[in-house]
C-alpha cells in the first residue's frame, strides 16, 4: 500500500522514496523483485508518470533498483544492505545532532517531546493499495 499526502510539503516523488525504502526494510519488496511500472503505479495513485519517473530514477541512483528493457525495474539483491547501512548512517549524524542540542541546554525531556510528536503525527493521507 502506498498512501500520498498531496497537501504535504514534502514533493510526492520524496514520500514515493520514502515508502519504497520502507517496504524494502519491511521485506514487502523482496531482493530481485519486480517493482510496479510507473504506467500502473501513476494510474492507481493518480499523479503524474514523470513524478513516479523521478522516484525511480533516485531509486536506482541510489542502487536500489535496476532496470531490464522490456521487462520493468526490479529491486537489487543488496537493496536491504544498503538501506540498512544508510540507517547507521543516519543514526550517527542523529546522535551529533543531540549532542549539539544537549550542549546548548535542551533538556531531554524537550527533546522527547519532539520525538513524540513526530512519531504521533497523524497526518491525513490517501491510502491506495497496489
Do not use: H, W
Not at 497537501?7 to 519486480?34: C, H, V, W
Not at 538501506?83 to 547507521?88: G, T, V
Amino acid at each position: 500500500m502506498f498512501t500520498i499526502d498531496k497537501m504535504s510539503r514534502t514533493p510526492i516523488y520524496e514520500q514515493l522514496i520514502a515508502q519504497f525504502e520502507s517496504r524494502i526494510l519491511s521485506g514487502d519488496i523482496k531482493p530481485n523483485g519486480l517493482l510496479p511500472s510507473v504506467r500502473y503505479l501513476s494510474q492507481t495513485l493518480n499523479i503524474n508518470p514523470n513524478t513516479l519517473q523521478r522516484a525511480y530514477t533516485e531509486i536506482e541512483r541510489r542502487g536500489l533498483c535496476y532496470s531490464v528493457p522490456g521487462s520493468g525495474r526490479y529491486l537489487t539483491g543488496d537493496a536491504l544492505e544498503r538501506l540498512r547501512q544508510d540507517s547507521l548512517i543516519q543514526t550517527g549524524e542523529l546522535r551529533e545532532v543531540l549532542q549539539s542540542l544537549k550542549q546548548k541546554g535542551f533538556g531531554r525531556d524537550m527533546i522527547l517531546g519532539v520525538v513524540d510528536e513526530i512519531y504521533t503525527n497523524k497526518d491525513e493521507r490517501t491510502d491506495i493499495s497496489e
